[in-house]
């Protein structure tokens, strides 16, 4: 069942420049590129009358795609801030010039304001952050834009606004590196936080500009949680699924969105954070928690128990004790018991004959215990009564702690309309 086809290059995880209208707004470090969604598109021969899901949505790669070729698409998405950008990013009706003049202006008035004593978070929000992740000065400049931005709030302009904001907080103006772990780097004493901004806004009114006269294409993203999908999406509704889901492995995903999830007020509190957590699929020991029970739907599956009994053993025999290290075994569960919930709960929202791709990754970061995330998926997926299709090699990766060459592969199935009972 595994193939053996790698592509020729070694950036093709990257962006191309012809793509990044629109996409390059704010995205992911780890985003699956725009040309991955139009390969999958042609292969499954996907038409104009015809709908396309992302149920990991993340920063809108997918829908953002299908809205330039003319394809309808929904997205879902729990992380708000990925959400909040995924949502902005398809919505192309902003007049360019109008843009410019409002930004224009909020750039004037911030300026204005900057001689005033520094501005910093309330201590909750603080203790959010990364320690020492963005300075006391870019975060004063940034706190006065944010001002000026509420207190002359344009409500056509406000979220491109806000998120061109993200997007310089995170790449060009905090302290915080991706490599690809997110950490915190070198430290920046000061940044031109308010001409970054601008220069933003100046790109994604450039973007507007060529956008805008684009047919106009039905594209949505939910706020939900991947496996409750009937909440969002209608029964019978859905033709094709391109999607990225998250990996089991340590990445907290929500550390990646932290510094502008607080700026811009998604998360003010620990029970913020915790509450978006809750809605993410487990993948990750820091965001465990006792109450969680997806794993029962990985209860009788040998190879996942195999592997979970294989990741416990070791960190006894290597003595790891602490907190997270304990909960290693049962995250790789609830990770496979969450994408079977998953999978169980799409099948209502597919029409027969659709076609899905999930891009998916080999893991060995819980003690090097190799997880080979995609043929897992694929026979959870067979499980519940889908045809596994193939399962394709999109790209190789060199793993941190082994330095073996990791498969990141596509998950290629087919929905035929009948349901096996899991």
Known sequence: MRARRQRRS????????????AHDWYRFVLSFPPHLVQKHLKDFAIRPDQTVLDPFCGTGTTVVECKKLGIPSVGVEANKMAWFAGTTKVNWHMEADRLMAHATQIAELAHANLDQPLRTLDEERSQLLLKNSISELPLHKALVLLDQLEQHRDENCDRYEKLALAKILVYSVSNLKFAPEVSVGKYKQDAPVIELWLNEMQQISRDLQHLHP????PATVHHADS????????PNSIDAVITSPPYPN?????????LESVVLGFLQTKIDLRSMKQGLMRSNSRGVYRTDDDDHWVANHPEIQRIAAEIEAKRIELKKTSGFER???????LYFGGMARHLADLRQALRPGAQLAYVVGDQASYFRVMIRTGELIADLAKSLGYEVVDIELFRTRLATATKEQLREEVVLLKWNGSESQY
Request: aromatic content about 4%; proline content about 0%; hydrophobic content about 30%.
């Open 10 to 21: 070694s950036d093709l995880n990257h962006i191309r420049d012809h793509d990044r209208a």
């Open 214 to 217: 684009l047919k106009e294409i």
């Open 227 to 234: 496996r409750s999908l009937l909440q969002v999406l209608e």
């Open 250 to 258: 340590e990445k907290d995903y929500t550390r990646a969105t932290r």
């Open 327 to 333: 909960q290693y075994a049962r995250a790789t569960k």
